[in-house]
């Protein structure tokens, strides 16, 4: 009896093993707000390599590993019309998968802000020009290389070992006839305050500007970076890999900025999202 049950076994097993396993896309919300991010994650899929293709909102985003697991980040940008959008994903093997998401309106919430001194105060003249500074310095910061596959291998840190937020992200800043979204967090930091890598990463951009003051960016491959601005002193080089928690820079007050703080944004794909939100996907 024992023998034919093991020869049952094994003209059995080389069958169940052939049972495929569909892959489940799993998708944790179908509505977000303008400004958050998105979580992807597959189960049963067995390789990076088994996807031929994903897009959202019409770009090409990139799954990777993580903890055994297989996940994608998603962005959506703050300025994303309201609707209804679809992820869009195709296996080598031919399986497709579609969902939808509801992009839902961000509340708007003024706050006004007044143009430093050290900017030419609050008069047209320099509201103006912060405008046009603004429209300049920001097109040195679009479409930065990421790395192709993700260089992190644990979760997203907070840059402060000290968290307040000073203004949150999303605010719609009104300076003079303008309204500038805010797009990034800031927290409260004094002058020369350590600010940490929030994961490993590559750096990619140190510059300073006339509005973001002294700015670092490091990429984290697969689509995100994150942007550290107002620094009073930079620490890494174009190039160099940084760790998560490594002390990258330091706070201050440079470009356009009212009293010293850290300003953090994060981008997905290009999109600026809710750094907050970004930290909550990890917990
Ligand atoms: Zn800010």
């Known amino acids: 009896m024992r023998k034919l049950f093991f020869i049952f076994l094994f003209l059995a097993s080389p069958l169940l093993a052939r049972t495929p396993q569909i892959p489940t896309l799993s998708v944790p919300r179908d509505t977000v707000t303008q400004g958050e991010p998105i979580l992807l994650e597959f189960t049963g899929l067995n390789s990076l390599n ?44 031919g399986l497709t998968y579609e969902k939808r ?17 050290k900017l030419g105060g609050n008069t047209t003249t320099s509201q103006n020009n912060l405008v046009n500074d603004l429209a300049k310095e920001n097109a040195t910061l679009e479409n930065i290389k990421s790395s192709r596959v993700s260089l992190w291998w644990e979760n ?35 002058e020369g305050t350590s600010v940490s890598a929030i994961n490993t990463g590559i750096v990619r951009i140190v510059q300073t500007g006339r509005t973001y003051g ?63 939100k970004f930290f909550s996907l990890f917990r």
């Open 50 to 93: 088994n996807v031929e293709s994903a897009e959202f909102l019409g770009k090409n985003f990139r799954f990777y590993n993580f903890d055994e697991r297989i996940q994608a980040l998603l962005g959506v940008d703050i300025h994303q019309k309201a609707g209804i959008y679809k992820i869009n994903i195709r296996l080598k093997d």
């Open 101 to 117: 998401i509801t992009v839902k309106d961000r509340e708007k919430i003024p706050e006004p802000l007044g143009i430093p001194e």
């Open 156 to 190: 997203f840190s907070l840059p402060l070992s000290n968290i307040f937020v000073t203004s949150p992200f999303g605010y719609s800043r009104e300076t003079g006839k303008y309204t500038i979204a805010h797009k990034g967090t800031d927290f409260r930091a004094s």
């Open 214 to 276: 002294k700015t670092l960016v490091i990429d984290h491959g697969a689509g995100v970076h994150s942007f550290y601005l107002h620094l009073s002193e930079i620490n890494v080089k174009v190039g160099e890999l940084v760790q998560r928690g490594q002390v990258v820079a330091l706070s201050g007050e440079t470009g356009y900025a009212t009293a010293p703080h850290l300003h953090l944004s994060i981008r997905i794909n290009g999109s600026s999202i809710d750094p907050m």
